[in-house]
Nanobody
Framework: QGQFVESGGGLVQPGGSLRLSCTAS????????VAWFRQASGKERSFVGS????????VYVDSVKGRFTISRDNAKNTVYLQMNTLKPEDTAVFSC????????????WGQGTQVTVSS
């Protein structure tokens, strides 16, 4: 068993930037795809983007393309989400998870980190 710990959230004005980190403990995910999700208050959790093991395969939802960038540092067991040009509708708890064994299912969800975009 293992877990992820997300950090880097906070309060930012519209148009601002934040960098989130997702660090794994108790496991290594260097050979697996890792994804970011977000859940706004009262809403369903939704997919934000993912990055494969090598870092060469990255997927984003349309609403964040051109604004968010996913990267990973396998030596640090960490995946990052650089968020630029933030909008109020980005406000949510951001979490990460890993697709173990290419199962198509997500595991080892972290507690999440709150991102609030407001004037």
């Amino acid at each position: 068993q293992g877990q992820f710990v997300e950090s880097g959230g906070g309060l930012v004005q519209p148009g601002g930037s934040l960098r989130l980190s997702c660090t794994a403990s108790g496991l290594t995910f260097s050979g697996s795809t890792v994804a970011w999700f977000r859940q706004a208050s009262g809403k369903e959790r939704s997919f934000v983007g993912s990055i494969n093991a090598s870092g060469g395969g990255i997927v984003y939802v349309d609403s964040v393309k051109g604004r968010f960038t996913i990267s990973r540092d396998n030596a640090k067991n960490t995946v990052y989400l650089q968020m630029n040009t933030l909008k109020p509708e980005d406000t949510a708890v951001f979490s990460c998870a890993v697709d173990l064994n290419s199962s198509g299912n997500w595991y080892y969800w972290g507690q999440g980190t709150q991102v609030t975009v407001s004037s």
